[in-house]
Nanobody, 114 residues
Framework: QVHVVECGGGLAQPGGSLRLSCRPCGPSLSNDAMDWYRQAPGKEREFVASIWSGGTSAIYRDSLKDRFVISRNINNNITYLQMNNLRPEDTGVYYC???????WGQGTQVTVSS
């Protein structure tokens, strides 16, 4: 059985940074892309970024690509989301997802507030 574990959320001030991490646990899924999504209060879940299995290709939500960076350590299969210059509108629950599967993490709360 596969579990997806996220960590790294918390409270940040506007302009600050946070780094989220995601690790799938279970049968090897190192050949799958890894995605980050987020859901703000009262809004639908939206795509943030995705990184391919080799860790060299990634895509981003257009509005975030100048501030967020997705990366992947192929040795331990941990995926990171570095979030810089955070804004209050980045507040929400961030979810990790294994591409082309139904496996989601439990989500980690990110709050950006002064």
């Amino acid at each position: 059985q596969v579990h997806v574990v996220e960590c790294g959320g918390g409270l940040a001030q506007p302009g600050g940074s946070l780094r989220l991490s995601c690790r799938p646990c279970g049968p090897s899924l190192s050949n799958d892309a890894m995605d980050w999504y987020r859901q703000a209060p009262g809004k639908e879940r939206e795509f943030v970024a995705s990184i391919w299995s080799g860790g060299t290709s990634a895509i981003y939500r257009d509005s975030l690509k100048d501030r967020f960076v997705i990366s992947r350590n192929i040795n331990n299969n941990i995926t990171y989301l570095q979030m810089n210059n955070l804004r209050p509108e980045d507040t929400g629950v961030y979810y990790c997802h294994i591409g082309d599967t139904s496996y989601w993490g439990q989500g980690t709360q990110v709050t950006v507030s002064s």
